[in-house]
Structure formats: structure tokens, C-alpha cells
């Protein structure tokens, strides 16, 4: 199993990794520093042709342009082949598959990239294992949920705007539940109580 030591450090480099990719029923290379000046949405998923799964990723498809128009991509790993991929892509939706997705999934046949990121379980199988990425390359957020109940897009999309945020206006900082349009905190004993003085 994983140990807590093992978790990704936030704030460190994500590991680099050359894998296939299925996206518009095609096979190309892809690899991290292909999104190097983007943000990037990496998640991971158990198997093909599972239950949680096609929820997951459809509904991360479904939400594609939400991510375009913050200058986010996003990418689907698991541990099966391309070809499984592509059969699954090859599915209708009302028969358990995906349809065509607007994102690539990688083939990480050999488990080297699940466990590169500290989600493979049991040599078996990745985790649920979400990160947030930014355009240096550098980890920004992770949650890991465990195999059996799926992720919140639009948590992840929020997420993902707090990060870009503070990123932007590096003297302030997003309370709990910000969301965009909110007030934020000024990290200082003083200024700060102006954002406390209003809840």
C-alpha cells in the first residue's frame, strides 16, 4: 500500500514522463513538458471499462471548456493500453464507454508514471490521484481519493482558480470557499482584520 511518506510534495517539480496518448482515435507521444507555459489538470483512474470511472472522465470532458478558458489542459492516466483506451473511446456512453473526449488518456502500461506519483496501490492499479500543475511545471495541489467514489470537477475547477489567483496577486490569499469574485485576505496581522471584520 502507499505509505504517507510517500506522497508528492506540493510546491516541488511533478516528475516527467514520455507515454502514449489516444485522443481523436489516434496514438501520438506525449510527454510532461509538452505543457510547460499551461496549467494542467493530471488525474488518474483505476482501469478501463470499470463503474466510477466513465463518470469521472466524461464529466471532466463535458467541463473541457471550462478548463480551456483558464489556459488549462487536461490528461487521464491509467494503467491500461492505448488500445484498450481506444476501444473504450470506441463505446457509446449509454453502453459504459466514453464517446469521443476532448482531452487525451495516456497508456501507463508499464505503471512507471502511477508510480512516479505515489498513486499506484498494490502494484496493482492507480488511486484516484488528482494535481494541479501550474505553467512552471510545478505541483500545485493533489488529493488522492480511494477507488471507489469519484472527484468534484467543479471543486477541481475552483481549485484550480484559487491557485491562479494567488498566483496573480501574490500579496493576498483565498479563505476557505472563495470563490471567484469574493473577497480575499491580506496575510498581515493588521490587514487582515478588514476581510474579518466582514464575516
Known amino acids: 500500500m502507499i505509505e504517507q511518506s510517500d506522497c508528492l510534495r506540493v510546491g516541488k517539480p511533478a516528475p516527467h514522463f514520455s507515454a502514449t496518448a489516444v485522443y481523436d482515435q489516434e496514438f501520438f507521444p506525449v510527454q510532461l513538458s509538452d505543457y510547460l507555459g499551461k496549467y494542467l ?13 466513465p463518470t469521472e472522465i466524461t464529466a471532466f470532458s463535458d467541463s473541457y471548456n471550462r478548463f480551456q478558458q483558464l489556459n488549462t489542459e487536461i490528461l487521464g492516466i491509467s494503467v491500461d493500453s492505448e488500445y484498450s483506451h481506444l476501444a473504450w473511446l470506441q463505446t457509446e456512453r449509454e453502453n459504459g464507454g466514453l464517446g469521443n473526449l476532448k482531452y487525451p488518456l495516456v497508456s501507463d502500461l508499464k505503471k512507471e508514471i502511477s508510480r512516479s506519483y505515489h498513486v499506484l496501490a498494490d502494484d496493482a492499479v492507480a488511486l484516484r490521484g488528482l494535481f494541479i500543475i501550474d505553467k512552471e511545471g510545478i505541483i500545485q495541489h493533489t488529493v488522492i481519493n480511494n477507488l471507489a467514489f469519484g472527484r468534484n470537477i467543479d471543486e477541481t475547477l475552483r481549485t484550480l482558480q484559487a491557485i491562479q489567483y494567488v498566483q496573480s496577486h501574490p500579496d493576498e490569499v483565498c479563505p476557505a470557499n472563495w470563490q471567484p469574485g469574493d ?17
Open 183 to 199: 473577497k480575499t485576505l491580506v496575510p498581515d496581522p493588521i490587514k487582515s482584520k478588514e476581510y474579518f471584520s466582514t464575516i
Open 41 to 53: 489538470i493530471l488525474f488518474f483512474y483505476p482501469l478501463d471499462f470499470t463503474f466510477v470511472c
